[in-house]
């Protein structure tokens, strides 16, 4: 796991990730928050340890009955701030595969920048979702469930050429950049780049000052174009998935 950086730490990435990708139900078991949305993406199925609970055998039990009753995995998201100590190798130990190594970048909000064609609205429009669902859509037909994480919480949803989306949260200081997407043939056109230059512009507009963003570790892509724009690997978080 990459070495925390001063921002944002392991405690703000995982309020961060958690407040801008909001599951449709939540259960706190003593420090321990089981998130539920039907199953779209692992984020908002998952467990998030961040306090440890007084009976740790109990807790693996209840969390894995939890999600074996909705026919999904019981899947861990782990940083630095997972409890209690040493539950990663709990989880292995319990046959817990790691998933999606994923790294934290942060960035100073320090512009100038432009909008450069790039439309953002308040609400994710059909076109919009069609882009980032034919990128990212991976629940057959959970579309709505999607769109109801999505708009959980105010957000800006960038839109360029009917090809490249992405989404901008603003939380207080901080700018969450999620759903980046740019569809297959127009690629290595430098629109994803774009997007992401005016949802910091818009951020700064809003109030923000930083901006943060979690990829894949294996995306070295995506990574090299975050890094072209300022943005530094500061902490990290990875998954592990235990199949029903």
Known sequence: ??????????????????????????????????????????RANSVLPLDAPQDL????????????????????????????????????????????????????????YERDGVDIADEPSPGWLDVWWSVDGRYD?????????????????????????????????WLGIYAMAVAPEARRRGLGRRVLRALLG????????????VVIERNAAARAMYAAEGFTESCGYHYRVKTI
């Open 1 to 42: 796991m990459t070495r925390c950086a001063a921002v944002p730490g392991p405690r703000d990435l995982d309020g961060l990730v958690a407040a801008a990708w909001p599951a449709r139900s939540v259960q706190d078991i003593g420090g321990w928050l089981l998130r539920h949305a039907d199953g779209v993406t692992k």
């Open 202 to 213: 818009w951020g700064r507009e809003q109030g923000c000052e930083r901006a943060y963003l």
């Open 141 to 173: 037909h959970q579309l709505p469930v999607a769109t109801e994480i999505l708009t959980g919480v105010p957000a800006g949803y960038a839109s360029l050429d009917g090809v490249a989306v992405g989404r901008g949260v603003p939380q207080g200081e």
């Open 57 to 112: 055998d109990a807790a693996l039990a209840r969390a894995e009955r939890f999600y074996g009753e909705r026919g999904l995995p019981t899947v861990f998201s782990l940083s630095e701030r997972a409890r209690p100590e040493g539950l990663d190798a709990v989880l292995e130990a319990r046959g817990y595969d790691v998933v999606d190594p994923t790294l934290a970048m942060a960035a100073d909000l320090a512009g100038p």
